[in-house]
């Protein structure tokens, strides 16, 4: 099979795909064990001083009060000077004080240690990355990584390509994973002088490089305000996707970062490139419909039942009434979609938004792509800031932008379906990954999609069972 390349090759690229944070790494045995000896260094000359001072040095009344407060074995002496031993304590009074400050330190350093962290700039992600290891993902499911990890591989693939004037630049290539995802793919700044990503496959995927030439045919070009990263080539004997790389920060980071206004704007930018990208892309990809939705979902709801029982009565009511609500559900017309459009996925950058990762991209129903990102938002809200309900207020903006950008009047008829799919599909991903509080998220999800198909049983059709329509009032906090 011939391999692809845009006739520009990498040479007219600038900008750069800003990679969500990189997996950090793992905390070794070593990390715990300096953590108390940290404690316990720091608290001893802490000790030290605030016996000196309460003791041996003349302050200012309400400072002298609060340095005695400090020196805890002051407090042991006043609580035995009932049994005419006031002073028992004072021998042991720099070893008590370390052993209280050291217990205090260590629970704040590992409070610091596993506090949750707002995702770094992809600049920093990849300067700390660089640091630590230049290529750090073995995957034998993915052949083709080793090849992608060794320059004189490069230099005899690539240099028929863009000619021997490349060929120092191939020797020096550097290789850096941003996202794996294990048997699948992995996503790589390669920097060949100048940064792009790269995308190996553990499949041929050729069909994810012409549905981006497609779309940039279509109008999705570098050039225009709503774009995708450029594809530049793919590679059949790597199975290896070379794109853009595009520099800005997600709409993720806006979102747990920045102020109302600025979220409302990134929530409208998101929704009127979802409106642009329906409109324009060519239909290409394979055909999604309700009865592959409703069988996805039996086979997620089968998983969270074996590997989390607790779950299961609830998994069970959620695709019964998916099931009945996929029976009222009208015609609306099919178009190209994203098949995973969230906020991590979209990037913005001044006079440019553009969105990545096309490797689900298939024909189906827009309320799919709508339904992805908003659930996406909620469960944002809920990991990072402390509430599913936390971004409403962009939701809200995001579907009013979009279908006043010219979405599908059907679209808002057909949301309460996807959107409780969606929770359906969050919540076994929860269950697959099992991190940390994943049995208390996925829980939530499901509560989630319960209650959106309860608040909106009303748009069902006279004559529909009411099957599984209980009431269902569970606050989400």
């Known amino acids: 099979m011939r391999d692809f390349i845009t006739p520009h090759g990498v040479r007219g690229l600038r900008a750069g795909q800003l990679p969500r944070s990189l997996t950090g790494q793992q905390r070794s045995w070593k990390s715990y064990t300096k953590r108390p000896l940290k404690s316990i260094a720091l608290a001893l000359p802490l000790a030290v001083l605030i016996i000196g001072a309460a003791d041996n040095v003349d302050l200012p009344g309400p400072l002298q009060r609060f340095m005695s407060l400090l020196d805890i074995t002051g407090n042991f002496s006043t609580w035995v000077a009932f049994t005419w031993q006031p002073h028992l304590f004072e021998r042991w009074a720099i070893l008590i004080n370390t052993a209280f400050y050291a217990a205090v330190l260590f629970a704040f350093l590992s409070w610091q240690a596993h506090r949750p962290r707002p995702r770094l700039s ?43 004037g490349w060929k120092d630049a191939l020797r020096e290539v550097q290789v850096r994973p941003l996202k794996w995802h294990r048997a699948k793919r992995c996503t790589c700044e390669i920097d060949l002088r100048t940064d792009i990503v790269g995308k190996v496959y553990a499949n041929d995927r050729a069909d994810v490089y012409e549905v981006m030439q497609g779309l940039k045919a279509a109008g999705l070009g570098r050039e225009a305000e709503f774009s995708i990263p450029q594809p530049i080539a793919y590679l059949p004997s790597l199975r290896l996707l070379l794109q853009e790389k595009v520099e800005g920060p997600t709409a993720t980071e806006i979102f747990l970062n920045g102020d109302s206004w600025q979220r409302e704007r990134t929530a409208e930018r998101c929704a009127r490139w979802l409106a642009r990208f329906h409109a324009v892309a060519p239909r290409v990809g394979r055909v999604s419909d309700v009865g592959t939705i409703l069988s996805t979902c039996e086979r997620r709801r089968e998983f969270i039942a074996k590997q989390a029982g607790r779950l299961a009565t609830q998994s069970q009511q959620l695709l019964e009434r998916l099931r009945v609500r996929a029976s009222s559900l009208g015609t609306i017309p099919r178009c190209c979609t994203h098949g995973d459009f969230s906020p991590g996925q979209v990037i913005l950058t001044e006079g440019r938004t553009v969105t990545v990762d096309w490797d689900a991209c298939r024909i189906a129903d827009p309320t799919r792509d709508v339904a992805t990102f908003l659930v996406r938002l909620g469960q944002l809200g809920l990991k990072r800031l402390g509430s599913i309900r936390a971004l409403d207020g962009p939701a809200e903006v995001f579907l009013t932008t979009y279908l006043a950008s010219g979405g599908h009047s059907q679209v808002a008829v057909h949301l309460a ?17 099992k991190k940390r509080r994943w049995r208390k ?15 909106h049983k009303d748009q069902l059709p006279a004559g529909v069972p009411e099957r599984g329509r209980e009431s269902f009032s569970k606050e989400h906090i």
């Open 417 to 433: 379906f996807y959107k409780a799919a969606r929770c359906l599909a969050e919540a076994r991903g929860e269950v697959k990954t």
């Open 122 to 164: 992809g600049a920093r992600s990849l300067v700390g990355s660089a640091r630590l290891a230049s290529f750090t993902v073995d995957d034998p499911n993915i052949p083709a990584l080793a090849t992608v990890r060794d320059p004189d591989e490069w230099g005899q693939l690539l240099e028929p390509l863009w000619g021997s």
């Open 441 to 455: 998220w996925a829980e939530v999800m499901l509560d989630e999609g319960l209650r959106i198909l309860e608040q």
